[in-house]
């Protein structure tokens, strides 16, 4: 088991801007103020969405274009290191008008309606991500 010991710190409150693209919004934030790790929940709305789907078996990600306005249900991430660098890594469940709930990675192109989003820093040693060739995908390790 991958286990590093941290510390809640600085929780912020945001609300990023109508139109904006999620990820880019958050990964600007994050590295404005020099963020390298976090956990956030947020709820609220998109105009449009990119799910993600990773195929285990293949190794490679499926995109889901959800060109339609959508509920977040919940959403949930963290920020760690990639590369020397923060991250944003965050998943979601989205709800049309009749209650069909999507799931998965959020990926680029997911523009924001309305979102809350509660941000809590963590201090600790780095979390870094790396190449894991067992699974294809950039996980924690040490």
């Not at 991958?2 to 801007?17: D, K, M, N, S």
């Not at 195929?55 to 290191?81: C, F, T």
């Not at 991250?87 to 709930?101: F, M, P, R, S, Y």
Request: glycine share 10%.
């Amino acid at each position: 088991m991958y286990e590093v010991q941290a510390t809640a710190g600085t929780v912020y409150i945001l609300r990023p801007e109508f139109g904006s693209d999620l990820l880019k919004e958050l990964g600007d934030f994050v590295r404005a103020k020099g963020i390298n790790l976090a956990w956030f929940s947020a709820l609220g709305a998109v105009s449009r969405a990119t799910l993600r789907y990773y195929d285990q078996v293949k190794k490679d990600w499926v995109d889901l274009e959800l060109d339609r306005r959508l509920e977040v249900a919940g959403m949930l991430g963290n920020v760690s290191l990639l590369n020397g660098e923060p991250i944003v890594h965050a998943h979601a469940t989205l709800a049309d008008e009749q209650g069909h709930c999507y799931g998965g990675h959020v990926g680029a192109d997911t523009l924001v309606f309305n979102l809350e989003i509660l941000l809590t820093t963590l201090s600790g040693p780095a979390v870094t991500r790396k190449m894991d060739p067992q699974t294809g995908l950039t996980i924690w390790q040490k």
